[in-house]
């Protein structure tokens, strides 16, 4: 299970440290527990990158989702959808699931909207 905050080295230290902290909805964190280990730790080094900068340009969504990002695991076929929460320097997971169907980003949006 990936832990809720990072737990960092002194070599992590600096620049690339994260300075957002992960968290997961109740059903996102269902969905992690459930992955292949394999692309959990493909995820689990994209998160990473993405507490020190969440806003990437090229990952943000759209619509109903606009305020929210993705990454996408495009070989493995899943899709991770989070929430930026600039106040409280927090990326909130609202959803990982497999690409077909649209399913991460269905399910994001029906957290965000009974969540938000």
């Known amino acids: 299970m990936l832990p809720l905050r990072w737990t960092l080295t002194k070599s992590d230290a600096g620049a690339d440290a994260p300075k957002y902290r992960l968290k997961f909805v109740p ?4 969905e992690w527990n459930a992955l292949d280990g394999s692309v959990k730790e493909i995820f689990r080094k994209a998160l990473k990158k993405r507490l020190v900068q969440p ?18 695991l495009r070989q493995q076929g899943y899709r991770l959808v989070y929430f930026v929460e600039d106040k ?3 990326v909130l997971v609202l959803a990982v699931a497999k690409r077909e169907g649209m399913a991460a980003y269905r399910l994001a949006v029906g957290r965000q909207l009974g969540g938000k």
Not at 55 to 72: Q, S
């Open 88 to 90: 409280v320097l927090t």
């Open 27 to 30: 059903e996102a964190l269902a």
């Open 55 to 72: 806003h990437m340009p090229g990952a943000e969504l759209h619509g109903n989702l606009r305020h929210c990002y993705k990454i996408k």
